[in-house]
């Protein structure tokens, strides 16, 4: 079995998006989505198959909003 998660997201107006994913000590690990979307639901899916088992945060970024989620990596 794969270690990945699925991120979900809303946006209710054209923005430009970012998703990155950093370990615990701060070091981008991965970009998940970098670039303009329209309003709509998506998700998009992170694999850590290449990652340590760990702690990570994902951090989103769309126009005004910020938001970090934490999420746990298992092997």
């Known amino acids: 079995m794969i270690p ?3 991120v979900r ?3 209710p107006k054209t923005s430009h ?3 990155k994913v950093f370990d615990i000590l701060g070091n ?3 970009t998940l989505v970098n670039g303009v979307q329209p309003p709509g639901r998506y998700q998009v899916q992170f694999s850590g198959s ?3 088992s ?3 945060l994902v951090v989103m970024k769309a126009g005004s909003f910020a938001g970090v989620q934490k999420i746990l990596m298992i092997k």
């Open 17 to 19: 998006i970012t998703i």
């Open 50 to 52: 290449k990652y340590a």
């Open 9 to 11: 997201y809303d946006l």
């Open 28 to 30: 981008e690990v991965a």
């Open 54 to 56: 760990g702690v990570y």
């Open 4 to 6: 990945a998660t699925v």
